[in-house]
Nanobody
Framework: QVQLVESGGGLVQAGGSLRLSCVASGRTFGSSAMGWFRQAPGKERNFVAAISLGGGDITYADSVKGRFTISRDGAKNTVYLQMNSLKPEDTATYYC???????????????????WGQGTQVTVSS
């Protein structure tokens, strides 16, 4: 099992940027694809972005393509989500997730992620 701790959320005006970080403890990070999901109040948790173990396969939700960038740093056991051109509809709690040890490929399905962080709030004002 891996512990995931997100940071970097906050309040930003529309058009602004934030960078979320997710630090993973344990050995799973070194053998697992990683993802970001988000959940707005009263709504389902939705896929945002995912990155494979090697970083060569990256997938984004259509709503964030061209604005968000996911990356990972193996030396720091950290996955990032750079968010630019933020919109009010990006307001949500953002969760980092790990697919699990030896699951190296990305997935868009929350059910295929074994470990989750506690979430970090992102609020975009208009």
């Amino acid at each position: 099992q891996v512990q995931l701790v997100e940071s970097g959320g906050g309040l930003v005006q529309a058009g602004g940027s934030l960078r979320l970080s997710c630090v993973a403890s344990g050995r799973t990070f070194g053998s697992s694809a990683m993802g970001w999901f988000r959940q707005a109040p009263g709504k389902e948790r939705n896929f945002v972005a995912a990155i494979s173990l090697g970083g060569g396969d990256i997938t984004y939700a259509d709503s964030v393509k061209g604005r968000f960038t996911i990356s990972r740093d193996g030396a720091k056991n950290t996955v990032y989500l750079q968010m630019n051109s933020l919109k009010p509809e990006d307001t949500a709690t953002y969760y980092c997730a790990a697919r699990g040890r030896y699951f190296s490929r990305t997935s868009l399905e929350a059910a295929e992620y074994a470990d989750w962080g506690q979430g970090t709030q992102v609020t975009v004002s208009s």
